[in-house]
């Protein structure tokens, strides 16, 4: 009974070593797993990050230019909604033209949205904080109003001021 006792003794000690080994291992590359993982977002929230500030800087500039547009454009509708308001005429065809041309120039305005829209699809957003990815998706939505305005000063030109021009200009072909 003793020799079958050290059998099972040497049996549970000899595997209970080679138990703790294997379990240690594993546990290890658990480890070593997560710590890659998570270097790996924090390089990959870097990166989308540093295009983040490449899309709004190249925005801004876009936006200012965009801006610096629309006061002249809005000084410019001002004084042909004032001509407008005159009724019956006749009007000074050439004020009239000058500032419809201003009032009719678009600038053409996109927005680089290519960093947003891989972070959101891909679900980086997440890697950031709580804050920037709120300034993230508030940026998105201003730039949303921004489009929206764009359309309605569209409509606004549509309804108003090319039936006047056409008016004015005595054509039909006038957008």
């Known amino acids: 009974m003793t020799q079958n006792k050290s059998f099972w003794h040497k049996l549970f000690v000899e595997n209970s070593v080679d138990f703790i080994i294997l379990f240690l291992a594993i546990t290890l590359g658990f480890f070593v797993d997560n710590y890659r993982d998570k270097r790996e977002q924090k390089e990959t929230a870097n990166e989308m990050a540093s295009g983040i500030i490449a899309d709004v800087s190249s925005d801004t500039i876009e936006v200012h230019e965009l801006l610096r547009h629309a006061k002249n454009k809005m000084m410019k509708m001002d004084s042909l909604f004032s001509i407008m308001s005159e009724k019956g005429g006749p009007y000074h065809d050439s004020l009239v033209y000058n500032y419809s041309a201003c009032v009719n120039h678009h600038c053409m305005f996109e927005r680089n949205k290519s960093t947003y829209n891989l972070l959101v699809s891909t679900g980086y957003l997440r890697y950031f904080t709580k804050e920037a ?14 489009t929206d305005l764009l359309v309605q000063e569209r409509l606004l030109l ?9 008016q004015v200009f005595n054509t039909e072909n006038f957008h």
């Open 133 to 146: 990815g709120g300034a993230i998706t508030d940026y998105d939505i201003d730039f949303t109003r921004l």
């Open 158 to 166: 549509s309804s108003k001021i090319y039936p006047f021009q056409q």
